[in-house]
């Protein structure tokens, strides 16, 4: 077989592009192009940009920002530390282990444990600060997400920060930098790919979540990912679905653009 | 001075992961409660577990998972190996970025679009809803993973390799099926891995794709959650969990036999939420 030719046996990965990679996007754009009566217009975009939509993006975005920004809170200092641990292969497939069960059943957990009388509510109680409303709130959805998300935080970070060299930081010690000036000039900037990694694999998910959403938050706060699917399964209007389908394309593509390019982004580096 | 901040930053470590333990502890915990809640343990009782095994719809969900999860990680393993070559085989750097990005686009796309592009797809070809839809559409998001699976693999072998083969009378499938498959074993067998871990676990693109009657572990899950607290569901996730643990460990030993010869990480190999 000559190496030049493209040889039969590969058809089937190419069909593959080009079925569920290329034509699914053409189809959501297509789509998007006819309103719920099936006649072609530009009415969906018109629509997508009038207030009710354009404030569940803002809100949308507004989440996923908070979730973002906490889960690198949470994840950065667990990252550093679990570094600096012995066998932190180990504790390392601790953190990975969570991620393996199912979604799912871990936002269901927080129904008992957010619920009025769950574990929560009872320390409140104790703590003389009474039951709260806790499910079905901003909160709770906040909550819930970074739980969801800090492993695949952790692990981009953790990877950059292992391959930080530690004489660097030894460096910084001998020249006199405290220790937050030597995070802030040497050790944050050096691992600035991992949390560009960690920021992407958490923050695109996020804006498109439903199902923690629907569990959880109640309806309360609505995600692009709720809009999407209630279009879909719901009301059945496609176009509208595709419409903000699109958006979160676009966005989503910026993101990339914006956050280091075509970088693989959540597997490793 | 050292000691004290050392307490503090083992305490915040420990902190971190008993919050990440703590919601699936919780749950198989008041698996065993006889007061029917997620609050309140009144007495031990195995009666849930009792439900799940002679609930025969869930047992039906249950294999219908393990089949879809298994015939597609297998056809999509295969897929991938032919994507790699395909990959490996593009000389150019322009266009294998290209195809590296077309096949990154399902891993980065949010589940919602990837479920909702499908379920377009699926209605205009006429594929009918049910088994056959949510086949294909778990094949098609675990190519890719599986393909980043086994290509470092690929383009570590030395090219002599295959050419010494080659030189020594090979025919070309003798040359894949004698020299290649065998070197990228490893990877082929963690992208079957990746790709059961994703098919087991993906809730938002089925969702998309099941239509009525035809339903997995995560969509039953998702229904009945919503129907409120049913202990049930806390005895399946006891069992699920140390199904996953069992698997988990099962993988970590096969990996770590061969990560003498390449050292591979096991944050690698870690999953995306779905």
Redo the contacts between chains.
Sequence with gaps: ?A?KSKPF??I???L??A???????L??LY?SLFDIEGNLTLSNYADFFTPVYLRMTLSSFWYAFLITAFSLL?AY??AW??T??KHK?L???????????????????????F?T???VN?ILDVLGIGSQQILFTGFSFVFVSV??????MI?PI??ALEDLNPSLLAAARDLGASGWTTFRRVVFPLTISGVRSGC??VF??A??L??IT??IAGNRVIT??TA??QH??VTQD?GM??TV?MF??FV?ALV?VLLGG?K?????K | MENKRNRW??L??VL??V??????F??MY?SFNSGG????FEGFTLEYYREVFQDTRLIIIVINTLVIALLSSAIAT???V??A??IQ?VRSRRAK?T???????????????????????FT?AGVKLGFSSVLLSHI?FS?P?AV?MILPHLEEMSPSLADAARDLGAS?TDVLTKVILPVIRPGIFSGFFMAL?YS??D??VT??VTGNGYST??VE??SR??Q??SLS?NAL?TL??LF??L??AVY?VLTTKKAKQSPA??????????
């Design positions: 077989m190496s046996y590969l089937p990965y190419y593959w592009i079925l569920f990679v290329v034509a699914p996007v189809l959501v789509y949470v200092p667990a530390l679990l600096r641990a292969q504790w390392l497939l601790l953190i990975i282990l969570p991620t393996w069960i199912n979604l799912l059943l871990k936002t269901y957990a927080f129904i008992g444990i619920g009388f769950g574990p009872s739980y969801i998300f800090i492993p695949f692990l953790f990877s992407m694999a695109i998910p804006l498109s439903f199902m629907r569990l692009l990912g999407i699917e879909f399964l496609w679905g595709s389908a979160l394309i989503m990339m075509r693989e982004v959540r597997h490793g | 930053s083992n915040y470590l971190v992961f919050v990440l333990y703590a919601p699936i919780y749950l008041y809640t997620m609050h309140k295969v897929i991938a032919i994507g070559l395909a085989r970025n195809l590296l990005s077309l096949n990154n686009v399902l891993i980065v796309s949010p589940d919602v679009i990837i479920g909702a592009s499908f379920l377009i797809l205009i098609a190519v993973i980043l070309s871990t087991l676990d809730f938002a969702f998309f572990l995560s899950i998702y959650a919503r409120g607290v569901i996730s699920i969990f996953t643990v698997l988990v970590y990480e096991p944050a690698a190999d870690a999953g995306v939420p779905r």
